[in-house]
């Protein structure tokens, strides 16, 4: 494997938290489901999510960082020898014909290693987790939807995404990390669920906001529309005398509930429009209205006079 500091474009002295941002960076850039049938992008992505499994193992991160393991994990044998016949003294400068280190010192260096290396090689590792990110529309996060995943090592998995799920909830798919060691169990896939924006519906908690204009005949007169939820159009009733700012809510056609239970609302927030063009009646009818009916709405907000 590549440098993970440089797969993932960050300094070495950069945090846990660092590190986690520019994962998330560059999964959500690099993600197959928005780069279909891009074998490149998805060889990068791979590489991204096993560069970050790597660093976020602090024990790993450690060893990498002192030069102990290489950026596959597995140690740097060379180190041993490195440090023995170098150690700062320079050619002549040692106890033992010129090395740095005297044999003593270099036996018990390279037999400790293999003795580390011969316990690790019979210990049980419980296998690292991966971690994965998935972009779905509030409508299916909404309502729960299927989803395949491409696992690492090339294999697929159907993945249930149920009611409810909230933007960066986290699945856990136990089992389908990299495999164990010394018969260990194998690690866990997480994945991230990314819930895209909507082009008219906000989530709130549990609740759906959304704002829908009406025009001045509807506000006044009151009248039945049609307006969008995530589960399709429905009509509603405008109240005669509605004005910019009032709230309408629709039982039920929310977000559910984690693990079921009942929907939260749509909440509709009305915005009194004016008609693109005023004519000349309109602008005429208003005219001889305002005469009749004066009203001062910046004195009832409580606004002084200037």
Partial sequence: MKDPYTVL???RSAS??????????????????????????????????????????KEKRAKFDRGEIGADGTPRYESA??????????QGGGRSGGFG???????????G???????????RVKGQDIQYSMAISLEEAVKGVSRRVNLFDGKSIEVRIPPGTEDGQALRLKGKGSAGF????AGDAFVTVQVKQHKFFRPEGRDIHLNVPVTIDEAVLGAKIKVPTVDGAVSLTIPTGANTGRRLRLKGKG?????????????IHLEVMLPEKIDADLNRFFEEWSKRNAYDVRNKAGFEDG
């Fill in 81 to 90: 020898f490195h440090r023995a016949y170098t150690g700062g003294q320079g």
């Fill in 101 to 111: 280190h005297d044999f003593e010192d270099l036996f018990s260096d390279l037999f």
């Fill in 9 to 11: 474009g960050v300094e």
């Fill in 182 to 185: 010394g018969g260990a169990a």
């Fill in 113 to 123: 290693q293999a003795r580390r290396q011969k316990t690790a090689r019979t210990s």
């Fill in 255 to 267: 977000l559910p509930a984690k693990g079921g239970g009942a929907r939260g609302d749509q909440i």
């Fill in 16 to 57: 846990q938290d660092a590190i986690k941002r520019a994962y998330h960076k560059l999964a959500k850039a690099l993600h197959p489901d928005v780069n279909p049938n891009d074998k490149s992008v998805e060889q990068r992505f791979k590489e991204v999510s096993a560069a970050y499994n790597f660093l976020s193992d």
